[in-house]
């Protein structure tokens, strides 16, 4: 993933990363994931994206 952040500017875009400014360093990006995965959080974050999709979407109610 850091590969392609500092190769293509339109994937490091849509990341939230400023097209112009360098990417975090991979044991930046290595130690974020651990401290996520660790406690969870990135499974709470897609789950409560595809609830608001499924809302969105008209499958469920909020």
Do not use: H
């Amino acid at each position: 993933m850091n590969e392609r952040l500092r190769q293509d500017p339109v994937f490091r875009f849509l990341c939230g990363f400023p097209v112009a400014s360098q990417t975090p360093s991979v044991s930046t990006f290595s130690c974020f994931f651990k401290v996520i995965s660790e406690n969870e959080l990135l499974e709470r974050y897609y789950l409560n994206i595809r609830y608001r999709c499924s809302v969105l979407k008209g499958f469920t109610t909020a």
